[in-house]
T-cell receptor, first 114, second 111 residues
Framework: DAKTTQPPSMDCAEGRAANLPCNHS???????VYWYRQIHSQGPQYIIH???NNETNEMASLIITEDRKSSTLILPHATLRDTAVYYC???????????????FGKGTHLIIQP | DVKVTQSSRYLVKRTGEKVFLECVQD?????MFWYRQDPGLGLRLIYF?????MKEKGDIPEGYSVSREKKERFSLILESASTNQTSMYLC???WGTGELFFGEGSRLTVL
């Protein structure tokens, strides 16, 4: 059961890189780290996930420390539309085996300042 | 694109009523989930299902039940709605341990 902790809020200037940390010190070897974001009044949206290596897609980059106890989501050039609540979770396999790690918690409210 | 559709965007019900929240996904996903979201508490898992007719309790199952008779449909049932079940309810689906795809949510008010 990998629980995650995130800061409740962060500010970032528009055009700058937003770096959102997540601590998952109890993660086990087969648990991926997933990041989602939720814009007000919408359902959460998947951003990126990773296991050990750093990952990049069109939305963001994910940096996972070598010991896998923490990760950082990077939005390279934040825009006002990136203002949202960001969640990281580390779900254990749950097909018939329980739903550990699937509660999202409160996430980080990222506010992009103009 | 994966589509997760929740039957009602807004519902108003009275205390003691039986409430059905329906969720349908169109991507043949094996897993489906029901969450509730309340200010300051984040998203909390109520129930999930990893196969037809299979269900498992999440963190807050009390006062809720679920039904999954077909792979594409997952229903959340409030047998006797109470005011403390006023909330935003979110349905999600996934394939294996892949990413979750969420619906737009159903905002339930119990008077």
């Amino acid at each position: 059961d990998a629980k995650t902790t995130q800061p409740p809020s962060m500010d970032c200037a528009e055009g700058r890189a937003a770096n959102l940390p997540c601590n998952h010190s109890t993660i086990s070897g087969n648990e991926y780290v997933y990041w989602y974001r939720q814009i007000h009044s919408q359902g959460p949206q998947y951003i990126i996930h990773g296991l050990k290596n750093n990952e990049t897609n069109e939305m963001a980059s994910l940096i996972i420390t070598e010991d896998r106890k923490s990760s950082t989501l990077i939005l390279p050039h934040a825009t006002l539309r990136d203002t949202a609540v960001y969640y990281c979770i580390a779900p254990l396999t749950y097909s018939g085996g329980g739903a550990d790690g699937l509660t999202f918690g409160k996430g980080t409210h990222l506010i992009i300042q103009p | 694109d994966v589509k997760v559709t929740q039957s009602s965007r807004y519902l108003v019900k009275r205390t003691g009523e039986k409430v059905f929240l329906e969720c349908v996904q169109d991507m043949d996903h094996e897993n489906m989930f029901w969450y509730r979201q309340d200010p300051g508490l984040g998203l909390r898992l109520i129930y999930f299902s990893y196969d037809v007719k299979m269900k498992e309790k999440g963190d807050i199952p009390e006062g809720y039940s679920v039904s999954r008779e077909k792979k594409e449909r997952f229903s959340l049932i409030l047998e006797s709605a109470s005011t403390n079940q006023t909330s935003m309810y979110l349905c999600a689906s996934s394939w294996g341990t892949g990413e979750l795809f969420f619906g737009e949510g159903s905002r339930l008010t119990v008077l």
